[in-house]
């Protein structure tokens, strides 16, 4: 196990690990209030260890949460557009031809859609909840998955036991299935891993707009509410930024090292 795998994997295990543990130590509820303890430092007085917000409410606590919601909208909105772009860039990729053409076309558009756009529309119709959340971003994650499966695809169906199962009336679904998916697995790995960074980027960008999942806690939320009393209280945005750097950092060595695993070409 190299040096990038002992880094990322104790970054994200320490993270996680003390997301869960952490609030059960804690005295606090993330909804409790103090007044007598407004915008307080980090301080083991009261075990604010991360201080308080402008409520007085335990910034830990809340930061841990923050923690479970964004991973878990990492994963779920990952897992959604894992599932279309591997089906979408694998049909593309297979099938060639016209109906490649126009199937990746059709990506092209949907990459000239304005992000933030499209999710005020769905906020505006169908009101800010998690499965929304994880539509919106599985909905525009999925783009770059399709093209590097269809890239993979496109050099897989000219391989000999594709054609060969070609030649022997395999349908077309099940060559795919049985042939060319398992044989992505080392790309779908590695952009799945490196994706989760840029996963939990995108739902604190809209936590911080003020488009999260509703009442629930999340890093971006937390970052929004920091900025109002930055410079005299810079410990309310200190901490939910920080988290967002060092675990952004954690998924993206792990995919590194993956890729260095993954890829013979690299070894």
């Given at each position: 196990?190299?040096?990038?795998?002992?880094?990322?994997?104790?970054?994200?295990?320490?993270?996680?690990?003390?997301?869960?543990?952490?609030?059960?130590?804690?005295?606090?509820?993330?909804?409790q209030t103090d007044f007598d303890a407004l915008l307080q430092g980090p301080t083991s007085n009261d075990f604010h260890i991360f201080g308080t917000d402008d409520l007085g409410r335990d910034l830990f606590v809340r930061s841990m949460l923050g923690v479970q919601v964004t991973i878990l909208v990492a994963i779920v909105a990952s897992a959604v557009s894992l599932l279309i772009g591997v089906a979408y860039g694998a049909t593309a990729g297979y099938l060639g031809g016209r109906i490649d053409a126009v199937?990746?076309?059709?990506?092209?558009?949907?990459?000239?859609?304005?992000?933030?756009?499209?999710?005020?529309?769905?906020?505006?119709?169908?009101?800010?909840?998690?499965?929304?959340?994880?539509?919106?971003?599985?909905?525009?994650?999925?783009?770059?998955m399709a093209r590097i499966v269809r890239?993979?695809?496109?050099?897989?169906?000219?391989?000999?036991?594709?054609?060969?199962?070609?030649?022997?009336?395999?349908?077309?679904?099940?060559?795919?299935?049985?042939?060319?998916?398992?044989?992505?697995l080392g790309p779908l790995v590695i952009q799945a891993t490196t994706g989760l960074g840029v996963v939990i980027l995108a739902e604190s960008t809209l936590s911080f707009l003020g488009l999260g999942p509703g009442k629930a806690v999340s890093w971006g939320a937390l970052l929004d509410q920091g900025t109002s009393v930055l410079l005299r209280f810079p410990h309310v945005a200190l901490f939910s930024g920080g988290a967002i750097a060092v675990t952004v950092l954690g998924f993206n060595l792990m995919g590194d090292?993956?890729?260095?695993?993954?890829?013979?070409?690299l070894r």
């Open positions: 196990m190299n040096r990038g795998m002992k880094v990322s994997g104790g970054i994200l295990l320490g993270i996680i690990a003390v997301a869960f543990i952490g609030p059960l130590l804690s005295p606090h509820d993330y909804l199937m990746m076309r059709f990506v092209d558009t949907l990459y000239a859609l304005p992000f933030i756009f499209f999710v005020i529309l769905l906020m505006v119709a169908f009101e800010r909840n998690f499965l929304l959340i994880f539509v919106a971003i599985g909905a525009i994650n999925w783009l770059d890239g993979q695809t496109l050099s897989l169906r000219e391989r000999e036991f594709v054609e060969a199962a070609r030649a022997l009336g395999v349908p077309a679904h099940q060559v795919m299935r049985r042939h060319v998916v398992p044989n992505l090292w993956l890729r260095d695993r993954l890829d013979p070409r």
